[in-house]
């Protein structure tokens, strides 16, 4: 009010000069105002109650940072999803990255009731059975390295590969239904550990062996039946690794053995095993520990193993032309033992495809550069990651350049002829995967850390070559870590997981047995930061793979009355179709069933059998509706099914035991959930 | 005049013909659990399409009756509807010029296409008042969800009359439109 005041009172200015001087102010000012806000961005209005929330749980800048950088609403998507194998729980767990939620558990090789997996559903009874090692049904698995199906050496998100390292055994999940599809027992192998990997198109999945099994000269080695006496000299007679490659029929999802093939190895523990594309297209590569080939025997006079196994300063890389390989293989030149080809490790080392080359110290991790040109490996007990040039490889190979051969005969390249560079990183580096800027992490399993370090050229083109450029400490004992879509041509950068061993601190105690931890990094910058720490409370993952969410094109619902295992009709599924039938099939009374399930109805809800009788039921959801899950479970017959929209499932049981046994739909549907039952009559005989 | 005779005489049946691949009602469900909301439309040539299986799931809860084409026998009648429709506005076109034959005709047009959703009304009018006593959730009658916005239990309903409803009313509207220019310019002269 003054101010008006003053200015009414003081010296008179026109209008004119008075609206032009507004004008030519306001121009400044705004002209002003704008390149200030251009120089310093203005501080985002922050709410009030956000301040209050970090103040009041005694946030750092550090953990404000990474929650929103890991922060994914509801109803958003994560950037990625990470396939991580789930260890000894025998599963695979699914990721979104970098939320770090737990999505789903796929039953692989352990029945999984609430997918009703391995509970009388005849297809995961059946593929259970069939991924068994022909002498017991085995329902444990201890899951170990995660692959995804390849184009042109890319990841292409239509199938996944997870690995048995207890019992030699390979899975394929299809990606459209993350469901498994298929568990093939690896024959002549008893354990494995390095796969799975694919080649570039997928055509084979392969492995290698981990503990060498006992051979029967010529035969091979049959579980359960080849028996050799353990002793120092008949291990390295008798016992024999292997690398197999498993022929894949990506429109089945299932391996076909008739057309895969095996090599032969010395017993060394052969290790992680990867297949390479570009400059390194058509070889496969393998590390390996124990080429003492000690076997043990702490009460037999012998130093224990982990003693003797560790003696050699360096053990051998494995170097496989497998393009040669399956040649050898076409021209008729391998043995069939036990339903796979085999190429003896004497055609392998005659036809030239198995070379060694020396590799510090019992490692761990083979991995390849995005360009195909590096092969990495982690020395583990000697503190350097050491790359090898696969041109190098090539010319020494064309050259026949060796500086000898191992006691079985396998040509062994001159180190200083095939290495390209060896950095020291820390202690026990163990795994390396990459970003897309020519970079490697290294985890560091004994100095519990990450290690950063430049790749060379064509990865690498700075001036900085080979070294090591940041590290992180991880808590604690990390195993493998993981990039998205590392070890292909195309890294996507931005995040890695440790995969740790150990959590000890990092979370309440839940008793003695303690979470694993995995560790979220950003490392989209310079230094790597740690955003996340996530507890896995079920099982030990060791690797993980992780992909772009959008190659992923899963289904929503099935199409009515698909048979999941083969993706097409159900071949009992007819539409409309209820009731039951009780009929002579040989000399075995069947009680077979058509059933529907539907919101709240399992139609029939009586079914009338007789005690003995093998009760077969076919059974449809016949819901479209996206979620609309329904679960079929008999009380007290341990029989369990799930069955998703649209699907068509059979399931059977032999109705041994007398009596009138309630069965429900398990999954919560609908506000009649509970009166989704019926009756199953056993009557007795 | 050419421009005026293609108005007068292709442009409404075309419209009649266009709206046979249109619904001529429409019904749209949300709920919070479904991702994509129910619908169901009805259309000349077609009858009934959409989630007919999820809204009879939904229904049957509150004794609503099952919809299905099969028991609907009317839905086959529309077709003939439509086809009288295009008739007459063909012969309405024609005899524009003429007086009260066209009134007539553009008459019996307008009734039979505002009969269309009238039938259509009362049919669910019915079927909302036709409750299963048996069924498990007990709801009293109540009027069809017919145009509009509306909230019914735990769904948020949008119906509405489509473009099989609208299109044939423009082809009305086109055909009046000469006669009641022409009687505004016989007043002024």
């Known amino acids: ?685 | 005049m050419k421009v005026k005779e293609i108005m007068i005489r292709v442009v409404p049946p075309i419209l009649v013909i266009i709206s046979l691949f249109t619904p001529f009602w429409g019904i749209s469900m949300k709920a919070p659990f479904l991702a994509q909301p129910l619908t169901v439309e009805v259309y000349p040539l077609f009858g009934l399409k959409g989630d007919l299986k999820n809204v009879n799931v939904v229904n049957h809860y509150v004794g609503l009756g099952e919809i299905s084409p099969e028991k609907i026998p009317e839905l086959q009648y529309i077709p003939y509807v439509y086809l009288t429709l295009i008739a007459l506005s063909i012969i309405a076109g024609i005899l524009n010029e003429k007086g009260k034959t066209f009134y007539l005709v553009w008459l019996i047009y307008v009734v039979l296409l505002a009969g269309v959703p009238i039938y259509a009304y009362i049919w669910m009018y019915n079927y909302t008042h036709t409750i299963n006593p048996n069924a498990p959730i007990e709801i009293e009658p109540f009027d069809p969800p017919f145009f509009g916005v509306h909230k019914i239990a735990n769904f948020d309903i949008t119906s509405y009359l489509g473009p099989a409803f609208f299109l044939p009313l423009v082809s009305a509207i086109i055909l009046i439109t000469p006669k009641i220019r022409n009687r505004g310019e016989s007043k002024n002269e």
């Open chain 1, 1 to 685: 009010m003054g101010v008006v005041k003053k200015s009414d009172n003081g010296k008179k200015v026109s209008r004119r000069k008075f609206i032009a001087a507004t004008i030519g102010g306001l121009a400044v000012g705004g002209a002003a105002g704008f390149t200030l806000s251009r120089l310093t961005a203005p501080a985002a209005p922050f709410p009030r109650e956000i301040q209050d929330v970090i103040s009041e749980r005694k946030l750092e800048p550090d953990h404000v940072y990474g929650a929103l950088k890991t922060y994914v609403p509801g109803g958003w998507q994560d950037e990625f999803i990470m396939f991580s194998s789930g260890g000894h729980s025998g599963q695979v767990l699914v990721f979104g990255i970098p939320s770090m939620k737990l999505y789903r558990v796929i039953a692989v090789f352990t029945p999984e009731p609430w997918q009703g997996y391995g509970y009388g559903d005849v297809k995961t009874m059946k593929l259970l059975e069939k991924g068994s090692n022909g002498i017991r049904f085995l329902t444990l698995g201890d899951t170990h390295h995660p692959e995804i199906s390849r184009t042109n050496a890319e990841f292409d998100g239509e199938w996944l590969f997870i690995g048995d390292k207890l019992n030699a055994r390979k899975a394929s999940i299809s990606l459209k239904d993350f469901e498994t599809k298929d568990i093939v027992k690896i024959p002549n192998t008893q354990t494995q550990h390095g796969g799975a990997c694919a080649s570039p198109n997928t055509e084979y999945v392969s492995c290698g062996s981990q503990f060498p099994a006992p051979w029967e000269p010529g035969r091979g080695y049959k579980p359960g039946v080849t028996y050799v006496q353990l002793t120092e000299t008949n291990y390295q007679e008798y016992f024999r690794g292997t690398m197999t490659f498993l022929r894949f029929d990506r429109r089945t999802g299932k391996f076909d053995l008739a057309n895969s093939f095996q090599i032969e190895l010395p017993p060394y523990m052969q290790d992680l095993e990867i297949i390479g594309w570009g400059p390194s297209d058509g070889w496969a590569f393998t590390n390996s520990i124990n080429t003492e080939m000690a076997i043990g025997g702490v009460l037999e006079g012998r130093p224990p193993l982990e003693v003797a196994a560790s003696q050699n300063d360096f053990d051998y890389l494995h170097i496989v032309n497998w393009k040669k390989a399956e040649e050898i293989v076409r021209a008729g030149k391998a043995k069939e033992m036990n339903g796979i080809k085999v190429i003896t490790l004497d055609t392998a080392i005659k036809e030239g495809i198995l070379f060694f080359a020396p590799e510090p110290k019992s490692p761990h991790g083979c991995d390849i550069s995005p360009s195909g040109r590096y092969i990495v490996i982690g020395g583990k007990l000697d503190p350097q990651v050491t790359i090898y040039d696969i041109e190098k490889i090539k010319e020494a190979i064309a050259d026949q350049r060796f500086q000898g051969e191992d006691p079985y005969g396998v040509p062994i390249l001159r180190f200083e002829d095939v290495k390209a560079a060896q950095i020291e990183v820390g202690l026990g580096p163990l795994h390396d995967e990459f970003d897309d800027k020519g970079h490697g992490y290294v985890s560091c399993f004994i100095s519990n850390e990450v290690v950063k370090y430049t790749l060379g050229p064509p990865d690498y083109t700075g001036d900085k070559p080979f070294q090591v450029v940041d590290r992180i400490p991880i808590h604690y004992n990390i195993g493998h870590l993981a990039t998205p879509e590392s070890n292909s041509p195309s890294p996507k950068g931005k995040y890695l997981v440790a995969l740790n061993k150990w959590s000890v601190d990092r979370f309440p105690n839940v008793g003695p047995l303690l979470p694993q931890n995995f560790q979220l990094i950003d490392i989209s910058g310079e230094k790597m930061r740690l955003l996340y720490d996530c507890p896995i409370g079920l099982g030990e993952p060791h690797y993980a793979k992780i992909i772009s969410i959008e190659k992923l094109k899963p289904l929503e619902v099935y199409e009515m009355g698909t048979d999941p295992e083969t993706f097409s009709k159900h071949p009992q599924y007819v539409e409309g179709k209820v009731g039951y039938e009780r009929k002579k099939e040989g000399d075995r009374w069947v009680t077979e069933v058509w059933m529907t399930l539907i919101r709240s109805t399992i139609t029939p809800d009586i079914i009338r059998c007789k005690q003995g009788d093998l009760v077969r039921i076919h059974m449809t959801n016949i819901e479209t509706t996206k979620d609309a899950t329904h679960a079929f479970a008999v009380a007290e017959y341990n029989v369990m099914a799930s069955i998703e929209p649209g699907e068509t499932a059979t399931v059977e049981f032999v109705a041994d035991k007398p009596g009138v046994f309630a069965y429900y739909c398990v999954e919560f549907c609908s506000p009649l959930h509970l009166e989704m039952a019926g009756w199953l009559e056993v009557e007795p005989v």
